[in-house]
């Protein structure tokens, strides 16, 4: 039943519904292509057959009862290795983390699809610690792009980026400080959806503070917003977390195709000039960008008050990962990613005085993206401006560039921001695939959702056809 790979999780759910095919069947197939494609592309660090075929009987018997558990029952689901799943270990890609243990307990989001009946398959690879846009580590190696695998997936969500592309599962949870979510899911051409910050609540606490966001990875958006239904519900663990969500994220999708018509969309193509975004890149953008124009959408040429805030982020960013390692020994530090200690090294070396003048900025830029969405709706921009590069490196060869933020401009910023950002695929670029940015106001993830889904009707996502699952 290899087929069932190509199904979205709303197409199984209704097949389910049917007696069309059984979650045991669909699981399989799920397996069978995450071990047929883990030797080549390595996507996950764990799968739990036996345990995730335990799941699906049960939701087969649920089913066949006509008593579905809840939103997801049936579904298989895989997890980034940063968010804890019981029952096994999260590693978080660092040979530093002991895997014996009791390992009991779920992250939020990891609890809300267990009460809704998801079949967890297993745990999906990440840089140590989520440290960096492409997907290796010293624990698990490198994860490769399903294009092309001498390609990254991007990162540092990749393994589940891939995992999702190649049909082992319809859904996955990734997280995203800088881009974690987007980058891998614009690198393989699926949706990817950074909510605002609080909309899933998160435990534990990441070293990198408000920067970090879990969020959904999955074949169309239709299945985001299932996800987002499941997995938005409170946790008292997450003192941060937002109030709870009113109405449904599906519902916000019913508008179709028309889901865009009247908004006022601005689209800046490279902030200003400040990036220099590849050429195919910003025509498969433009391209889908006047299809939201044809939609019925109000769409303007201009750029957000934005001076790139880098210096902000990683100020923020190295000193929680100077945060992660404080108490290591020498022999743990030793056994870390070079690129990882070096950041770390830099982030040790701040002030509170420089940490709370990156936040000032960081403050700033949210009052002027505040005022910016007075006059638009959306902002619209590259997810990257390039398509991927060598599998194995922070940043391209031969960029002359040092770290991965020099070629995630357009993601970094709106995590300094909070606000919600999801990539849909917009074209395809010598065989690989290219990512349109939709940035939305705080708590607009309704809205964002809905002009993604926009795009899908409109067939903008057609152009890339997945790899796997087909």
């Known amino acids: 039943m290899t087929e069932l790979t190509g199904l979205t999780a709303r197409r199984l759910l209704s097949g389910y519904e049917r007696g069309d095919f059984s979650p045991v069947e669909a699981t399989r197939a799920a397996l069978d292509r995450a071990e047929q494609v883990q030797p080549r592309v390595n996507a996950f660090v764990r799968i739990d057959a036996r345990d995730a075929l ?79 846009g492409v997907t290796d580590s010293p624990l698990t190696g490198v994860t490769r792009n399903p294009y092309d695998l001498s390609r990254t997936a991007g990162g540092s969500s990749g393994g589940s980026a891939a995992a999702v592309a190649l049909g082992a599962g319809p859904l996955s949870l990734g997280t995203d400080g800088g881009g974690s979510v987007r980058i891998p899911a614009a690198f393989c051409g699926i949706f990817g959806l950074k ?11 990441s070293a ?19 996800l987002m239904d499941v997995v938005s519900g409170p946790d008292w663990r997450d003192w941060s ?28 193509p490279s902030f200003g000039g400040q990036v220099a975004v590849r050429p195919e890149v910003a025509s498969a953008v433009r391209g889908a960008v006047a299809r939201l124009a044809e939609l019925g959408a109000y769409v303007e040429e201009t750029d957000p008050d934005l001076t790139d805030p880098v210096e902000a982020f990683h100020t923020l960013w190295f000193s929680g990962a100077a945060r992660v390692v404080q108490h290591f020994n020498p022999k743990q530090r030793e056994s870390l990613d070079p690129g990882l200690r070096e950041i770390c090294s830099r982030g040790a070396r701040y002030s509170a005085l420089d940490y709370l003048a990156a936040v000032d900025v960081r403050m700033a830029l949210g009052r002027r993206m505040g005022r910016f969405h007075d006059t638009y709706d959306l902002l619209v921009t590259p997810t990257l401006p390039i398509p991927a590069f060598e ?12 770290r991965w933020t020099s070629w995630t401009p357009f993601t970094y910023p709106f995590n300094l921001t909070q606000q919600p950002a999801a990539t849909v695929p917009c074209g395809l670029v010598a065989g690989l695939p290219a990512g349109l940015q939709i940035v939305g106001a705080r708590h607009a993830d309704a809205l964002v959702l809905r002009a993604a889904h926009a795009l899908y009707e409109a067939g903008v996502a057609d152009s890339v056809s997945l790899p796997g699952g087909s």
């Open 54 to 132: 335990d799941q699906a009987e049960a939701a087969t018997e649920r089913w066949r009862r006509k008593e579905p558990l809840g939103l997801l029952d049936g579904v298989p689901v895989s997890v980034k290795d940063i968010l804890l799943m019981r029952g096994g270990p999260t590693l978080r890609g660092s040979k530093t983390v002991r895997a014996d243990g009791t390992w009991d307990e779920d992250a939020p989001s990891v609890a809300r699809l267990r009460e809704h009946g998801a079949v967890l398959l297993g745990k999906t690879t990440t840089p140590e610690f989520g440290w960096k």
């Open 195 to 205: 909510p605002t910050y609080g909309r899933i609540p998160l435990y534990p606490a």
């Open 208 to 226: 990198f503070g408000t920067l970090s966001h879990a969020g959904p990875m999955t074949r169309d958006v239709a299945d985001a917003a299932l």
């Open 241 to 268: 977390q937002l109030g709870p969500v009113e109405g449904s994220f599906r519902d916000a999708l019913r508008s179709g195709a028309d889901g865009v018509k009247g908004l006022r969309i601005a689209y800046s």
């Open 391 to 402: 599998a194995g490196v922070e940043v391209p060869k031969g960029s002359g560039h040092h």
